[in-house]
């Protein structure tokens, strides 16, 4: 019997951890060329479950999907320097303007066409939207159960998985059968760093629109070698309903978008001493602000 | 996130020297193995690019996990637990992301699992790796291990040990026992052949060994009974597994306290002979210790990088009389000093690193076939550059080493002092460097050889003919005045041929060489890369007056001064 087929759901993100004064253009939306493009850091986290799957069940696959412009073709890369098999970026101007609903849509095209897939992986939330909606939108739109907030897998075989949720107050332990899409907390362990092996065999895997720009000395090794080959789809490979793409098919408007600089409102005076402290403490418990 | 690498462009700028293309086509053979592994490179272009990314993986994992992890290691240590030592939870963590990136056996051929990296990147990783956790570096570096095994071990050997390296397997070198330190003819530890079993076996006490519970050790034993020198000493392999082995004690140490430093008694270990009897300490073991000793070049100007870096930050951030401290001439005068050194140091260490590389791809290259007469010219000049070259920068990196972590802690003031920032730990950690792999006063031993034998001055002439830019000539022209400075206290020194007068001079003939060859690298960076001129300048300004000092001592100094010498501290115990 052969291993699990596993999807992660990856997503470049601008750095918004690192922001500086350029992060936002007037008109409120985020200024991605101002800020580094990243793997959103709780996808990789789910890659890194994904990668610890394969690592117990021999012939597990990892295969990585990413909907964005031609360079988030490097988060395809990314994951295999650390260990995907292989990966498909969904691309199309067509898709510009996608809000959660029409890109969930996207991605659970593409994973009813790779098909037979045991489990996907996602990150909870990405950093720059903040949602949370693309896991559950994607699972719901294949019909699958999901499990979301997922800290930690506990036991994983062929059959079915238990995983232990990180809630607000506390843990839960759920196991569940395949198929199944697992949103992953950032409570999860890090993501393991790139190979020098995978990263040396990869780094020249590209999208049919890279290769064009590839240097004439390695074109040859994309001929020998189709693990190079990083799969392309767009809006016609999919065969998706174009009202339910891009901002047509994007029922969420900004309305505005305000910039808000926190600031100290009120001040209280808390005497240094033993019942000070103590208040302190009691009152920062009650509004759950610690403990 | 930052990444060791990224952060530093010197190394950089030294992975891409000229001369790492003639080793990078000695080192791949015209791309042989571009078909039959799928990480080798297609061409010197890309070599060097995956080279970068791989020393980025390394940068990132120092930033994110070995550097953090440097005061929690330093605290808890290893321990000894049932006969087992064990690493302090960073270093379990440090080794394990090291492992899971590949980066254990960097150098070994790709046919072994490793990487089939040169010599060069593979010491600017243990430069990184040494800056972010100096202790750690020695876990990590006893690597080089795996070399002496792919130069002397027969083929069984080879097949059985050399692969585990890459899946992570552990190394160590057990060199000392109590009575044999930096004279390792003395060695006791006895090995003796058992027939019926077809086997060496083990019996003694080994001292201060590094990673002393590693997987695979390499020792050095005396296996031909009743001999006393040298030529009665064989190495040998031993395999962890074997469980023959007693760990006494880990030592109690001042610094790089996460790297397990053992006592160990051998109970009749079953060990493999490594390439022929006797050639133990004559051939292995001195060439062990040459990767070592440029390994622990490597390590001394990664620790001198963190302290600078320590330094130069808490000078910003301390303010007294009303401003920041880096602003008084004593405080940048130090810091200005601690940069150009370290950049003279680094660009020796990456010169030794590639004379080093250059011989030993030739040597690759041999095996396979006969090296034309040319080749093997080429071969022997850099392998005899290498021999003097390694222990001068063993030497100065690391006396350099402890002289810019002192500085940087002096930066700190009363701050310095205390456990609270990381310049204590890093002045600890800087202490061994001028001790282990053999001391800087044996490394004169080894380098003196260079002054007499007249390495230095050939190579220092091969640097003379090279060309540079108007604007450097001034230092060309200073450079050339030290040399002649350098050759009248040789002069001086060996006129009389008498011994022990030459053993008294000999450091400072070596430093003397050292300053202007770092001079003259520095000056060639700075053709190759104009923000090298004010360091070269610098460099050559302290050289210069360094050097004229050192004449002016041997000029005062006659051979009766030696008996005065001994005499002071006899008459003092008297």
Known sequence: MKGLKIIVLAKQVPDTRNVGKDAMKADGTVNRSALPAIFNPEDLQALEQALRIKDQIPETTVTTITMGPVRAANIIREALYRGADDGVLITDRRFAGSDTLATSYALSLAAKKIGK?????????????????????????????????VEEI????????????????????????????????????????????????????????????????????????????????????????????????SPTKVQRVENIVFTVKESIQVKPDKE??????????????VG | MGNFYNDN?????????????????????????????????????????????????????????????????????????????????????????LVQAGLIGMTLPRKYGGLNFPITPYIIAGEM?????????????????????????TQELKDKYLPLFNKGATAAMDLTEPDAGSDLQSVALRAYYNADKDQWFLNGVKRFITNGDADVSLVLARSEEGSEDARGLSLFLYDRNEHAVTIRRIESKLGIKGSPTCELVFNDAPAYLIGNRRMGLIKYVMSLMNSARLGVGGQAIGIAEAAYREAVKYAHERAQFGKAIIQFPAVYEMLTNMRV?????????????????TYKA??????????????????????????????????????????????????????????????ERIYRDARITSIYEGTSQLQVVAAIKGVTTGSYLSRIREYEEMQVNPELDHLKKKLARMTATYEEAIALVTENEDQEFVDFH?????????????????????????????????????GYAENDEKLSYIKESEIRDLGTYRQVIEDYIA
Request: aromatic share 8%; hydrophobic share 40%.
């Open chain 2, 9 to 97: 462009s010197d190394l950089g700028f030294y992975l891409n020297h000229p001369d790492v293309q003639k080793i990078i086509e000695l080192k791949e053979r015209n791309f042989s193995e571009k078909e039959s592994f799928d990480y080798a490179p297609q061409n010197i272009e890309d070599a060097i690019d995956s080279y970068e990314k791989v020393l980025e993986i390394v940068g990132s994992i120092c930033e994110e996990t070995i550097a953090p992890n440097a005061e929690s290691v330093d605290q808890e240590g290893p321990h000894l637990e049932e006969n087992e030592v064990l690493y302090a939870k960073g270093t379990e963590e440090n080794y394990a992301k």
């Open chain 2, 506 to 542: 000999a450091r400072r003939l070596v430093e003397m060489a050292g300053n202007i060859i770092m001079g003259h690298l520095l000056m060639l960076d700075a053709q190759r890369d104009k923000s090298f001129k004010y360091l070269a300048e610098l460099f050559i300004k302290i």
């Open chain 1, 276 to 289: 000070g402290i103590d208040g302190l403490m009691k009152e920062l418990i009650a509004h759950h602000n």
């Open chain 1, 117 to 149: 897939f045991d489990l996907i992986v996602c990150g909870r939330q990405a950093i720059d939207g903040d949602t949370a909606q693309v896991g559950p939108q994607v699972a719901e739109k294949l019909g699958i159960p999901q499990v979301t907030y």
């Open chain 2, 341 to 357: 050194r370290i950049a003279a140091q680094r660009s020796l260490l990456y010169e030794t690193a590639r004379l080093v590389d």
């Open chain 2, 362 to 423: 030739y040597l690759e290259v041999a095996e396979d076939r006969k090296l034309e007469k040319e080749e093997r010219m080429d071969q022997k000049k850099h392998q005899r550059y290498a021999d003097v070259f390694t222990p001068l920068l063993k030497l100065t990196a690391s006396e350099t080493c402890n002289n810019i972590a002192y500085d940087a802690l002096q930066v700190h003031g009363g701050a310095g002092f205390m456990k609270d920032f990381p310049i």
């Open chain 1, 154 to 249: 506990l036991e994983v075989n062929k059959k079915k998985i238990t995983v232990k949720r990180r809630l607000e107050n506390g843990v839960e332990t759920l196991v569940a059968p395949y198929p199944l899409l697992l949103t992953v907390h950032g409570s999860a362990p890090e993501c393991r760093s790139r190979n020098a092996k995978l990263l040396m065999k990869f780094k020249h895997a590209c999208t049919p629109a890279e290769l064009v720009r590839e240097a004439e000395d390695y074109l040859r090794l994309h001929d020998l070698h189709d693990y190079l080959d990083i799969t392309e789809w767009n809006v016609d490979d999919l065969n998706a309903d174009l009202t339910w793409l891009g901002l047509k098919g």
């Open chain 2, 129 to 153: 790796i040494s800056r972010a956790d100096a202790g750690f570096a020695n876990i990590w570096g006893l690597q080089d291990c795996a070399e002496t095994i792919h130069e002397f071990a």
